[in-house]
């Protein structure tokens, strides 16, 4: 029986275990750095997706990784507003209540791909008498495309691969035909600087009219987008946190409740012992994932509520008598006798004598048992049973499913949850055998 | 009286038997482990109880420990009987009561250092102090010569050898300041080399603290040099109890001979003696034989009478008492 610390410090001799560390320290570092960067209630809103916060953003666009590969390069998402530096803008009165107001937003276009789509979002203050607008675009060879003249709101979206007047007099999808190189055959992108004018005449003396250009780009953010326009992101520095948290305590809570009572019925024996045995039984043949799907369909599918029942059911674990196996023998060791000669009570003979002695075997297997809890969380999400409001790599993957990435050729949709999801389990996996090896020294001949 | 308050501990009939049941829940007899003992231990006192494997003797042991209810009989200690203590007297009785094992190293907690396995007595004990726990623990380890102390403290059990794992086990078995000392077999797991050193410091604990101690050995080379008195014990029954020196160069009861017979004597000569042994093998526990236990395998069993008749115990001589029909007054 070898000492807890000096067996985990004997983890460094074993490369795997190094690599495992790596993984599992990543982990920490990116859940720490998401919950520090990206407070709870900011990811949860973010993920909602309500109000308009993903506006900017492109719909299922590929991860910027996409272009680190030599030849590659796709649009990437340009947003000018016309209050940034490039962006000019003036505004001539010509009486108390009329004035003409010029905005021009730069674009400088280098991408041998085309965007996804563009946009103008346009903001106006006005009392009563609306503002009205006209937009031009004009290409870097100096053509100059009209666009759409129209009264404004308070905020108004002019959306170019909407506008099929636009597409039919540019003979082609009216975001491409923006960008396109004129007299060829082939569509290719025509790169320099794009301007978008806006000339807007305002009625009244306090108007204003702010404007917005957004490219779409094919790429964006380092995992891209979703359907909803989300940043995944979000989703996949969230789901560590939320990933280690379940595996976590979900391991520890079923590990240690598991290990007391199993204890307690090997110290006790007879009718208690008994009990546990049949309770252990009787919970074998619960299934597990129809129960979990049950409470998920009828009661609550809160995270917390999933962690709390896994744990529960984890209790009378078969776990039980695995270490009913383990503690039988030391129950009878010569040590708990002297114990009991010099008066220990029972409850400290549980806690200081019998369950210390097989700490160091149950450490490998709660390491190894953790990454099975992280994909229990994923499989409930996958089957639609994921927390409603936090963002998790499950919750990722279901989305993906729902939407038939694979199918549509989005894989990073898929590979991006997946492969964190493949790391957290190869991590925790490589440095529970090494503890294996090391706490149970019989299987390192094989 | 006064031998009366020079008494430690009693034991009067003493019994513990070990229910059997098949298929768990059906009564299949007992096992007689212990089926009548009977004896008296006086302050500052060794008694050596001897016999072979599975005679009972480490159930005596742990009966008297209080770690088995007896299920017959009664044991006083100090006057009081134990049947009866309150938790609070129980606390006291195993403060009271030093337990040495057999194996050292299954005696101590693997994951302890020798510290904590000090402390921890003390702990269970009520001693809280912490300047007076460390007083003990040092007292304790320099009384059993593990010195310098400071050396040992962090050590765990399996860096020690087995003489100073055994010295640690002593160590924690009086630092409680008991009266009595129970020793089942405390160097028969030791090296030969080291057994010696480990008796002279129990003899040198018994004589400062005038302990009374109950030392239980297959080993009768090792008695004479320990203890006061001998019991034998064969088949859950002491058959003979008697002084050291009276009983053992004057052995009375036949299985107390055929034991003395078997202890090896380092005389080159001795490999070409044959010495008669009892045939036959220790009896079931369970189903003890008639009358005497030792009948069957008694070379001088009195047909009609030892299969018959349990022996009584006679006294031969004075202060030598034997259960063997052999002594039976005419």
Redesign the interface.
Known sequence: MRNLRTGLKELRHYPSAIVGLAFIATLVALALYAVIALPLDDAIRLWRAGEGIWEDTPRNASPVLLNWWPGNNHAETIVVRCSDEAATRSMERLSDDFAIIDISLPLEFTYDGFPDDVRVFLEADYEERRPHAALAWKTPDGREIELEERTLGERATYVVSGDRRLAERLGTEAHIGLFRQPDIEDDVPLKGRYELSVEGILFEPEGDVRVRLVSYGRVHGLAGTDHRRRDLTVALLWGAPVALAFGILAALGSTLTTLVIAAVGVWFGRWVDAVIQRLTELNAILPVLPLLVLIGTLYSRSIWVMLGVVIALGVFSLGIKVYRAMLLPVRNAPYIEAARAYGAGNFRIVFRYLIPRVIPVIVPQLVTLIPSYVFLEATLALLGLGDPLLPTWGKVLQDAFQQGALYKGYYYWVLGPALLLMFTGLGFAMVGFALDRIFNPRLREL | MAEHNNRLMAARDLQMWFPVRRWGFIPAGAVRAVDGVSFELRRGEAVAVVGESGCGKSTLA?TL?A?HTPTGGRITFEGRDMEQFTSRE??WY??R???V???PY??????MNVHRILR??LI??GVRDRQEQEERIRDGLREVRLVPVEDFLDK?P?MLSGGQQQRL?IA?AII?NPGLLIADEPVSMLDASVRVEILKLLRRIQDAHNLGVCYITHDLSTVRYFSHRIMVMYAGKLVEKAPVGGLLDDPCHPYTRALLRAIPDPEPENARTYRPVPGGEPPSLMNPPSGCRFHPRCEYAIAGLCEVEEPPHFVPRADHEVACWLFREE
């Open positions: 742990r420990l770690i129980m606390r195993r403060r009561v030093g337990y094992q057999q194996d299954g005696a101590l907690p693997p994951f921890e007595p269970v004990n765990f399996h086990v924690r409680l």
